[in-house]
């Protein structure tokens, strides 16, 4: 984002006075995948979603779908009002199909809940495409071969080539563009939301509904359940996915009005669950390998597994040599050993000691057995502690979090953190070492580096499992 986040903020509420008439209270929620930004506000006129987006086109093109698909009786939200970068929206909650699948677990709701939702989305994609004006598209009018054959080749540019494995590059190509054009070939066109998976299904009292559909285009309807049943972070069991791919079958052969090849159908998803797996692969590539985030890398073997399931039922015809040939590199186990972390367990000896200090107060000692570590200056971080309203705030309080996430280059600086700290992580466990110890340092101990370490004890936690003693050495000496 170009504007700092207190400016956003501020457009968001002479927005809201603006349409509503009255002052709101302001909460940022969780990012997702894009540059938006999204805040519940309340007020008493209710409460809203607002989402600041400074890609104006990319808000048009969802105020155009959101209010087409909302007059047809739809499972989207209301759209209240949008201006040029900001939009207020009708309010879901906080419950996502995915969260209620890793409260549940595999629960007979939560089949339900599959259920309902591939039932709204076969409507969503029949009765949505109707009238709808295809030229207000973000990007592509169609998911036609040109996009299919994009999609491959995000995936080659942005995984396989990561792996440094020799093979064909111009047969690769003329297959990816033969197989594109067999795909495409296929009949059905309709809305295709483009993203549909679990994460953007909201559980609502009235049964689920969507949100995040701007990237949408006409296309195969195959593609979405695909998305949806296949997704790497569910990790739903193959007769789930039998059972609601049948459901969602008949649900869209139904709003369509019969006349569909069943088996022709399928064939054609099988190649779009190949696609999208694919797609993801180059996405976390993307993200991880070249941007440096380190939860997408997280995922990879995920994704991986996923693939391997997959191509295990669903083979690529042998006319596609080099095709199975690149697809056999990636499923090597050394290449996913290459992104599967080692994990603790109840017997890993090691510990890792982080902490937050005050260079004024000195660096903390490592009295461990080992000794050394790592030592992090976070004062080249713009300081929070200079703003009078996070002065008496810490690194572990939400506005403080949103300023250096949104107005400093620490996302940057704990990227290259996990990336260094990961690797000794990873060997200390291998060798059966006891203690690690990271430091993170700023002026007053107070802001950057008490969020610095809660970030990394976070992430050492979710990815190696590790035990992690978290201490803020300055805290009784912060500006209260």
């Not at 599959?114 to 709808?132: D, F, I």
């Not at 080749?153 to 020799?166: P, S």
């Not at 797609?279 to 597994?305: D, M, N």
Request: aromatic fraction near 14%.
């Amino acid at each position: 984002m170009s504007l700092p986040i207190e400016e956003i903020r501020k457009k968001i509420s002479d927005a809201y006075l603006f349409y509503f008439g009255e002052d709101a209270q302001m909460e940022k929620l969780a990012p997702a995948g894009s540059d938006r930004l999204y805040f519940k506000v309340q007020s008493n006129k209710g409460t809203q979603v607002a989402t600041y987006g400074e890609n104006r086109k990319e808000n048009q093109t969802f105020a155009y779908f959101c209010q087409h698909f909302f007059k047809k009786g739809l499972a989207v939200p209301e759209l209240y009002w949008i201006g040029d970068e900001v939009y207020f929206q009708e309010f879901l909650g906080n419950t996502s199909l995915l969260d209620v699948l890793e409260n549940e677990g595999l629960s007979p709701h939560v089949f339900e809940l599959y259920k309902q939702s591939l039932s709204r989305l076969a409507r969503l994609q029949v009765q949505g495409h109707t009238g709808l004006d295809y030229s207000q598209c973000l990007t592509n009018r169609e998911f036609g071969r040109q996009a299919i054959l994009a999609d491959l080749l995000y995936f080659k540019y942005y995984f396989l080539d990561t792996l440094g494995k020799a093979y064909d590059k111009q047969k690769l190509i003329d297959e990816f563009e033969h197989f594109a054009t067999l795909l495409a070939e296929q009949g059905l066109r309709y809305f295709m939301f483009r993203d549909f998976q679990s994460r953007n299904i909201m559980v609502t009292p009235d049964g689920p509904r969507f949100i995040d559909f701007q990237g949408g285009m006409m296309g195969a309807p195959q593609y979405d359940a695909a998305s949806l049943l296949w997704q790497a972070k569910a990790n739903l069991p193959d007769e789930w996915k039998e059972g609601l791919l049948t459901h969602y079958m008949e649900s869209l052969f139904s709003e369509i009005g019969g006349g569909i090849d069943a088996g022709l159908f399928r064939r054609h998803y099988n190649g779009y669950v190949l696609i999208r797996l694919l797609q993801v692969l180059g996405a976390y590539g993307f993200r991880g390998l070249f941007e440096r985030k380190a939860h997408f890398l997280t995922s990879i073997p995920l994704a991986l597994s996923n693939l391997k399931s997959f191509l295990n039922q669903n083979p690529v015809q042998e006319n596609f040599s080099e095709f199975n040939k690149v697809l056999g590199f990636c499923l090597r186990e050394e290449v996913i050993k290459k992104f599967t972390p080692i994990q603790a367990n109840a017997q890993t000896p090691l510990t890792v000691t982080v902490n937050s200090f005050s260079f004024k107060k000195g660096i903390p000692p490592d009295n461990s057995a080992n000794g050394g570590g790592f030592v992090f200056d976070m004062r080249g971080i713009l300081n929070p502690g200079r703003v009078e309203e996070y002065k008496k705030l810490s690194g572990m309080d939400k506005p403080v979090i949103d300023f250096l996430e949104q107005r400093t280059e620490m996302p940057d600086f704990m990227n290259g953190v996990y990336s260094l700290v990961d690797v000794n992580v990873a060997n200390y466990l291998e060798r059966d070492f006891e203690s690690l110890m990271v430091n993170f340092g700023c002026t007053g101990g107070q802001h950057r580096s008490v969020y610095a370490a809660e970030a990394l004890a976070r992430h050492l936690r979710n990815k190696f499992k590790v035990r992690v003693q978290l201490h803020h050495l300055n805290k009784e000496n912060w500006v209260r």
